[in-house]
């Protein structure tokens, strides 16, 4: 983004899901994304029924921000400042 920030999206294959690997992967492009890139934050966005997503964001170091539609869905939108 022009700004400074980015968007960070991600996915997780099911059978691989509860073995940390989307938590260590965000922290990973957070720690690039200010290192590498130069970035000064960054946002990512999941829905109410997706609570292994936000759990990991929130591990992150991410914070809700506010109140999104996603597909139709009600979910979350996070910030995290580097």
């Known amino acids: 983004m022009?700004?400074?920030r980015a968007e960070l999206g991600y996915r997780?294959?099911?059978r691989a899901t509860g073995q940390g690997l989307a938590t260590r992967a965000v922290r990973q492009v957070r720690e690039l994304a200010a290192t590498a890139y130069?970035?000064?934050?960054?946002?990512?966005v999941t829905t109410y029924d997706n609570p292994g997503s936000r759990a990991?964001?929130?591990r992150a170091g991410f914070v809700a921000s506010g109140d999104i539609?996603?597909?139709g869905r009600?979910?979350?939108?996070?910030v995290l400042g580097l």
């Open 69 to 71: 539609r996603l597909d």
């Open 2 to 4: 022009a700004d400074g």
């Open 12 to 14: 997780i294959a099911e």
């Open 38 to 44: 130069g970035l000064t934050g960054l946002r990512a």
């Open 74 to 78: 009600p979910g979350t939108s996070y």
């Open 56 to 58: 990991v964001l929130t």
